[in-house]
């Protein structure tokens, strides 16, 4: 089958004929219909996330069931499902504690032992986030993936496998955003667009959005924004904390840059909370003023793909993109096949889309 292998940090996916194993017990194959491109992909491709090469990047898939092992019990041929990263093992201590997003899923990876998934000849093939979507099939455990109803368009649902579950679980599962309050957004890319709609579902409010980009901020608007500001006409805290008479309610961080993670804490007001979602690049901390935190008493929260359940969340986001809620639709600023990968990334650096998504026959 195709897929698109990372060889060399920096360099651009091949596009290469890898070999797919048979599935074991509780394995699954997926046909890929179509797979989101995400910033953490960008990441891992210019080396802020390191991770061990050759490596088929692509972790926001959708797609149909073709095979499946003996034991698998979630999922049969012919289903619709999606995928996510957060694959749980469900019976580690995060598991059993309401918290499977933060299990590190030893027992649902192959051993060393045993075939790789992936492999081009001898080769042994990485799965980014134990997945590697850019491909046209993946083979997972399976509880890396949920079933979903047959009659949404898989292109779509695969924004909600991670850009799309992690904003609004931000906004439902870690800051718990009550009818009312005040928030800004910071980045609107597909994660911050996804956490201003969820700010929109639970009733907040002042919705403001922050971005450098017009159209984005355009398109925030569209999705639920009540107000924007243009970061790259100055300074955005002020005017920030103009608009809300002192600072907002909650702060949400979409970016990950040391930069706009301080100015989130300056945007927020007393008792207030910042919830930090866009990945920092390993390595790199950040500087913040400790006596604004204590006096203040402010909230500093990570949130790791917005805390969520997926098994529960995803079937719950689907129904609310089939209410109207959700607005996916408006989210996709192009569909490319499998070869216009690298045009994906090269358009995600420059900021011209909000989501790409890479479809397949």
């Known amino acids: 089958m195709k897929a698109a292998v990372l060889r060399a940090i920096g360099?651009?996916?091949?596009?290469?004929?890898?070999?797919?194993?048979a599935p074991k017990l509780r394995e699954v194959v997926v046909r890929i219909a179509a797979v989101g491109v995400c910033h953490s992909d960008l990441h891992v491709l210019e080396g802020s996330l390191p991770n061990p090469l050759p490596m088929v990047l692509g972790h926001e898939p959708a797609g149909i069931v073709e095979r499946v092992g003996s034991e698998v019990r979630h999922v049969a041929v012919g289903d619709h499902v999606i995928g996510c990263l957060s694959m749980f093992c469900g019976t580690?201590?995060?598991?059993?504690g309401g918290r499977?997003?933060?299990?590190?899923?030893?027992?649902?990876?192959?051993?060393?032992?045993?075939?790789?998934?992936?492999?081009?000849?001898?080769?042994?093939?990485?799965?980014f986030a134990n997945l590697g979507a850019f491909a046209e099939r993946m083979l997972v455990h399976e509880n890396a993936l949920v079933r979903i109803r047959p009659d949404v368009a898989l292109d779509r649902a695969a924004l909600i496998?991670?850009?799309?579950?992690?904003?609004?679980?931000a906004v439902f599962n870690r800051a718990r955003v009550r009818a009312g309050q005040s928030v800004v957004v910071i980045g609107c890319g597909g994660i911050g667009l996804s956490v201003v709609q969820g700010c929109r579902i639970a009733g907040a409010g002042k919705i403001i959005a922050v971005d450098t980009v017009p159209w984005k901020l355009?398109?925030?608007?569209?999705l639920g924004a009540t107000g924007v500001v243009n970061a790259g006409e100055g300074n955005p805290v002020p005017p920030i904390v103009a608009m809300t008479a002192g600072g907002v309610d909650v702060a949400f961080e979409a970016i990950g840059n040391p930069a706009t993670v301080r100015q989130a804490v300056r945007m927020t007001r007393k008792g207030g909370t910042i919830v930090m979602i866009g990945v920092v690049p390993v390595g790199t901390n950040v500087e913040l003023p400790a006596a604004d935190i204590v006096l203040r008493e402010k909230t500093i929260l990570g949130?790791?793909?917005?805390?969520?359940?997926?098994?529960?969340?995803?079937?719950?986001?689907?129904?609310?993109?089939?209410s109207g809620q959700l607005r996916l639709d408006e989210m996709?600023?192009?569909?490319?096949?499998?070869?216009?990968?690298?045009?994906?990334?090269?358009a995600l650096r420059r900021g011209t889309v909000a989501r790409s998504v890479v479809v397949f026959e």
């Open 11 to 21: 360099e651009p996916l091949r596009i290469e004929d890898v070999t797919l194993d």
């Open 92 to 96: 580690c201590e995060y598991c059993m």
């Open 100 to 127: 499977p997003y933060l299990c590190e899923d030893e027992a649902t990876r192959r051993r060393a032992d045993e075939p790789p998934r992936l492999a081009n000849g001898a080769e042994a093939i990485g799965q």
């Open 161 to 169: 496998g991670c850009g799309v579950t992690t904003g609004l679980g």
């Open 218 to 222: 355009d398109l925030a608007t569209r």
């Open 303 to 322: 949130c790791m793909m917005g805390s969520n359940r997926f098994r529960i969340d995803i079937p719950r986001y689907v129904e609310l993109y089939r």
């Open 332 to 346: 996709i600023s192009a569909r490319v096949p499998l070869e216009g990968v690298n045009d994906a990334f090269e």
